[in-house]
Structures are given as structure tokens and as C-alpha cells.
């Protein structure tokens, strides 16, 4: 009995043997395989980087200055009236047109014109005095010194009449130049003072605009170049001009000179509206560009990443000119060159990459005046 105990007991330490030892060789196997699964990651190296592109292609783009100013009426006048009196009329009101030379106040005359006729009565009288005189001279009956003293009377009084006259015509206060009505500041049976503004006309013809403009730009503004002009208050809408003249002189103390650039009046603008102003004063019409967008935005020389063999790759490019979409790019890339736009951020030189979005197309020149694009120089 004892015997067969032993033996039950041996068999039974040779089975936990064997499953000992099955379990660690599985355990081993288990761990050649996550090694070998680590192994093969390790193989793959870093994951590729998603980034959008866009090819460099060519397009016309324009050379521009860009600016802001209010627009003025070229030609302003306050009215006054030259004379007192009662305005018995006030023949316009504000906003109405006016002709130079028309009447706009009739003022009481009375008082001038009875002054004139005094005046006339006593230049008639001399004058006929004078007549008299010189008949009397011709038959030696009058001394020289005698007409010489009715001949002076004669001059004062002509010359009291004249501006009795001109008194009586102040009474019709008349417009000195042309243009719209923008301030009326009396009423019919209102006593107006000598000297005392009673009107504002405004030249609306012609609009002007001054720029101060500094003076590395001096050698590219002309008279006579283009002005595209836009208005906050006239949304959506462009209006056109010309360089009208440039002051010749440079202000020391700003470092600036002054562009005064005149558009058509007489419809949608008004004085008094802000205007931002763009002048292209250079074109180029079959220029490589880029987005600027894909610029590089660190303190170094201008550049970008291009994609090459599935990788970015830093090009360092010059500039030519930039507008608010586009980058002019003289040297550094060829049409065709595909540059990221969208995730340069995250990339270094070298990185994989993986292009996404259907952005790798030339640039399309986005339609507007003559399909030109408003650029700066880069400097």
C-alpha cells in the first residue's frame, strides 16, 4: 500500500513539471513576439504629418501704395454779407445747387438806395457846374484855379455815387462761386450784420483726397497715375481718380510728402467720407507667386516648406511684391513647386508629410480690375 502511494506521488510531481514548464515557454514565445511587434513599429519611424499645399504658378500682380484720407470738396466758400440789413428774401435752401453770381438774400435797400440817388442829384449838378465852367474858361471869364476846384468837387462826387451803388448792389448778396448749399444760417425777416456769415457753399464737382505719403515712395508716385478708391459708408463699390498733383516739397519733420489724388463729384461721394485709397504704380504681368500664407513666419530670411519625396523641405526665397493674398517670390522656387500652406507649424526640416485636401492646383488669379492683384514692395 505504501508502494503504490510513492508512486502516484512521483507521477504527480512530474505533471506540475511539465506544465511549469509549457507555461514559460509560452511566456518566452510571448515575449520574442512583443518584441518583434516592437521591433517593427520601431521600423516605421515617426508618423507622417498632415499639411495642406498649394503649387507656386504664375500670374499678373501690380505694385501698389495703400492709403486712407477723408475726401474734400475742392473749392469752399463761406458768404457774407457786405452789408446790414433786413433779409427780406432768402431765395435758396440746403442742399440746393447754385450758379456763381446768382442772387441768394435780398436784403432792404432802402436806406443805400436813397443815398445813391443824393449822390446822383449832386454828381448831375457838378457836372453840369463844370459845363458851365469851361465855357466861362474859354471866354477868359473864369480863372484856371476856379475850374480846377469845381473839376476836383465833380471827381468826389462821382466817386460818392460809385459807392453809393455799390452799397445798393450789396443789398443782393450773390454766390461767389458754384456749387451745393451746405449750411443756411438766416431766415426770411432775420436782421443780418455786416461781415457775418450767412452761407456755406461747397464745390462737389471735383473731390480731393491727400495722402502723406513718405518719402521712400517719392520716385514711384507720379501726376497723372490711377487712384482706385473705396468708401466705408458705399459698401462693395469702387470709384476712380488721378494722381492731381504733388506737393514738391518733403515735410522734415514727418519724413512725408503730400499726394493729393482728385476724383469725379456730383454723385454717390460726398465731402467728409473716409476713403481708403490704392495706387498701382508698377506691373508685372507674368509673375511667380505664392500664397502669403505660406510664409514663414519666424524672424530669419523669407521662406517657406516645400514638399519633396514625401517630405518638407525649408526653402529660403527672395521676395518681390506682396499683396493682401499673394507673395511675389524672385528667386528660390519654380512653377509647379508645391509649398505648405496650412500646417507648417508643426514641421521641421525633413519631416514626412502627408498632403490632404485637393490644394495641390497652381494659385487662380481671382478676378478684378484687369486681373491685376494690388501688392506692396516687399522691403
Known amino acids: 500500500m505504501s508502494a503504490n502511494a510513492s508512486v502516484h506521488g512521483r507521477a504527480l510531481r512530474a505533471g506540475a513539471f ?43 500682380i501690380a505694385a501698389s501704395y495703400t492709403g486712407t484720407a477723408p ?14 440789413g433786413v433779409a427780406l428774401q432768402v431765395l435758396v435752401q440746403e442742399g440746393q445747387q447754385v450758379k456763381a453770381g446768382q442772387v441768394l438774400v435780398r436784403l432792404d435797400s432802402s436806406r443805400a438806395a436813397l443815398q ?25 471869364l473864369m480863372s484856371a484855379n476856379d475850374i480846377d476846384t469845381i473839376r476836383y468837387d465833380l471827381e468826389n462826387a462821382r466817386a460818392a455815387n460809385r459807392l453809393a451803388n455799390l452799397e445798393l448792389s450789396y443789398a443782393n448778396v450773390v454766390a461767389p462761386i458754384s456749387g451745393v448749399i451746405a449750411e443756411r444760417k438766416i431766415k426770411d425777416g432775420n436782421f443780418v450784420q455786416i461781415n457775418t456769415p450767412i452761407f456755406r457753399i461747397v464745390d462737389v464737382s471735383r473731390l480731393e483726397a491727400t495722402l502723406n505719403v513718405p518719402e521712400r515712395e517719392v520716385a514711384t508716385l507720379q501726376q497723372g497715375l490711377k487712384v ?39 454723385g454717390a461721394l460726398q465731402p467728409g467720407m473716409f476713403g481708403r485709397i490704392r495706387i498701382d504704380y ?11 500664407i505660406a510664409l514663414l513666419e519666424d524672424e530669419g530670411d523669407p521662406a517657406v516648406f516645400a514638399v519633396k519625396q514625401g517630405k518638407a523641405v525649408r526653402v529660403p526665397i527672395k521676395l518681390g511684391y506682396l499683396d493682401g493674398q ?13 509649398v505648405v500652406t496650412a500646417g507648417k507649424v508643426a514641421l521641421r526640416e525633413g519631416s514626412p508629410v502627408q498632403i490632404v485636401g485637393d490644394q495641390a492646383k497652381p494659385a487662380t488669379p481671382v478676378a478684378g480690375k484687369g486681373g491685376i492683384a494690388s501688392a506692396t514692395a516687399a522691403r
Do not use: H
Open 18 to 60: 511539465l506544465i511549469a514548464c509549457t507555461l514559460a515557454l509560452a511566456a518566452c514565445k510571448k515575449g520574442d513576439g512583443d518584441a518583434q511587434a516592437k521591433a517593427k513599429e520601431g521600423d516605421k519611424g515617426p508618423e507622417a504629418i498632415p499639411v495642406e499645399v498649394m503649387a507656386a504658378s504664375k500670374r499678373a
Open 71 to 84: 475726401l474734400e470738396a475742392r473749392g469752399e466758400s463761406q458768404v457774407v454779407a457786405k452789408t446790414s
Open 116 to 140: 445813391a440817388a443824393q449822390t446822383a442829384a449832386l454828381m448831375g449838378k457838378l457836372e453840369a457846374n463844370y459845363k458851365r465852367s469851361v465855357t466861362l474858361a474859354e471866354q477868359k
Open 228 to 266: 482706385d478708391l473705396a468708401v466705408d459708408a458705399l459698401p462693395g463699390k469702387k470709384f476712380a481718380g488721378v494722381i492731381d498733383r504733388i506737393a514738391p516739397v518733403v515735410d522734415s519733420g514727418s519724413g512725408t510728402f503730400r499726394v493729393i489724388c482728385s476724383f469725379d463729384g456730383g
Open 282 to 292: 508698377d506691373q508685372r504681368t507674368d509673375a511667380l507667386v505664392v500664397p502669403r
Open 326 to 338: 499673394w507673395a511675389e517670390v524672385r528667386q528660390g522656387l519654380k512653377v509647379g513647386d508645391q
